[in-house]
Structures are given as structure tokens and as C-alpha cells.
């Protein structure tokens, strides 16, 4: 079964520029959620979408959004880039939405966003 | 809102060594607690994780974590340590109800196993 990708694994923007992340979640898995991670702040939740609807966000600026498309694909889209934006951006994969299952988030190898 | 300490930066063990990585969380009701670890340049791998029943549980490569839930606490441990275990380890935390799958991480130990 293949594990949860992401795509482009490196990517480097100019400030002001835009960027589009893409996660295919592991085949059969609804959840898909974001996560951002700096040396500074650590790893800080983005969103979560499931069935096409963000069902969760984090606390980022409305330059971040994301959707997800029927086959659970996610993108997510930093617009205005800045130079603190630079990070690994994590995406993981659940099956559900909770709802009391404790089943454990997959994570994909991530993307390396540099902006210059 | 819930939250999750690790208090150790990093954690230095020599090879052969019980390990210990230690973690405590605050949420609201119930929690699922998981561990995660991250090799360089790699996306996080689960380790473990604790949803009800036994408070010790086991988990991939000899790691094991109890959960005590009068100290809110789930620490990691490894009887014998490997120098391959070197990497950053995270706890996170998810109540069992409300907030999704939404997880809230700790700031990570780096394990470091010496020969």
C-alpha cells in the first residue's frame, strides 16, 4: 500500500510570490490535514479537510488555504509569500474523522518551501 | 485548548542504555496520545500511541511508553538503546472527542546514542 505523498518535495519562491502544495493520502483515507513545521515554532496545525469540507484550521493568516478534491487529494496555497513562511510543510492522512477513533496519523516525507 | 511539554531538548544515552524521552499534556477530557520520530530531512513516522486499556504500551523498533494519567504524563522508553535510534522524537495529543484529527505536538527531543 502506498504510503502518503507529496509533491514537490523542494520548492524555492521569491517574496510576494505564490505557491500550491500537493498530498495524495494513503488509497482509502477520507482525512487530510496540514501541518507546518519551523525550527522556531515547531510543528503547528494548518487545516483538516475530510469529504471535500475544511473541518478544522489552525491559527494562520487567510493567506493559507487549502481544498480537497473527491479522490481526498489536498492542495494547500500560500499566497503573498514571506520570508517566515520558509518551513517543511507536513501532510497526513487519516482514515476518519475521529469521532472517537484513535487510529494514528500517516505523514508524507513533506515539502521544503525556501522563500529568497 | 491542549497542550503538550517535552522539558528535554535533547537526551544523550549510551548504546546498550535504557532511554527514557519524557512528555506531559494538558486537554480537556479524555486523551489519544501518540509518539512520532523524525529522521533528518524525512516526514514523521508513528511510533505508538496510547487510546485506552493498558497504560503500558508497546510499539515499533523496542519502544514502549506508560501512560500515567494522574501525572499527566506519557514518557518513552527503550530498554537497550541503538545508535540508529538517534533522531527527534515528538509526543502529540488529540481529545477523543471534538477537534478532529487535529494532533498538537510537542517541541521534539534529539535522541543521541553513543557507542
Known amino acids: 500500500k502506498a504510503g502518503v505523498t507529496q509533491t514537490p518535495r523542494y520548492l524555492i519562491k521569491t517574496r510576494g510570490q505564490q505557491v500550491t502544495l500537493s498530498c495524495s493520502p494513503i488509497s482509502g483515507h477520507r482525512s487530510v490535514s496540514w501541518y507546518q513545521q519551523t525550527p522556531g515554532q515547531g510543528l503547528q496545525f494548518l487545516f483538516e479537510?475530510?469529504?471535500?469540507?475544511?473541518?478544522n484550521k489552525g491559527n494562520f493568516p487567510g493567506r493559507f488555504s487549502g481544498r480537497q478534491f473527491s479522490n481526498s487529494r489536498s492542495e494547500m496555497n500560500v499566497s503573498t509569500l514571506e520570508l517566515g513562511d520558509s518551513a517543511l510543510y507536513l501532510c497526513?492522512?487519516?482514515?476518519?474523522?475521529?469521532?472517537?477513533?484513535?487510529?494514528?496519523?500517516?505523514f508524507g516525507q513533506g515539502t521544503r518551501l525556501t522563500v529568497v | 485548548a491542549q497542550s503538550v511539554a517535552q522539558p528535554e531538548d535533547q537526551v544523550n544515552v549510551a548504546e546498550g542504555n535504557p532511554l527514557t524521552v519524557k512528555c506531559t499534556y494538558s486537554v480537556s477530557g479524555n486523551p489519544y496520545l501518540f509518539w512520532y520520530v523524525q529522521y533528518p530531512n524525512r516526514g514523521l513516522q508513528f511510533l505508538l500511541k496510547?487510546?485506552?486499556?493498558?497504560?503500558l504500551v508497546k510499539g515499533s523498533y523496542g519502544f514502549e511508553a506508560e501512560f500515567n494519567k494522574s501525572q499527566t504524563s506519557f514518557h518513552l522508553k527503550k530498554p537497550s538503546a541503538l545508535v540508529s535510534d538517534s533522531a527527534l522524537y515528538f509526543c502529540a495529543v488529540r481529545p477523543v472527542t471534538g477537534g478532529g484529527n487535529k494532533l498538537t505536538f510537542g517541541t521534539g527531543t534529539q535522541l543521541k546514542v553513543e557507542l
Open positions: 496510547y487510546i485506552t486499556g493498558d497504560n
Open positions: 497526513a492522512s487519516s482514515p476518519y474523522l475521529s469521532g472517537g477513533s484513535g487510529t494514528e496519523a500517516f
Open positions: 479537510y475530510f469529504s471535500e469540507t475544511q473541518r
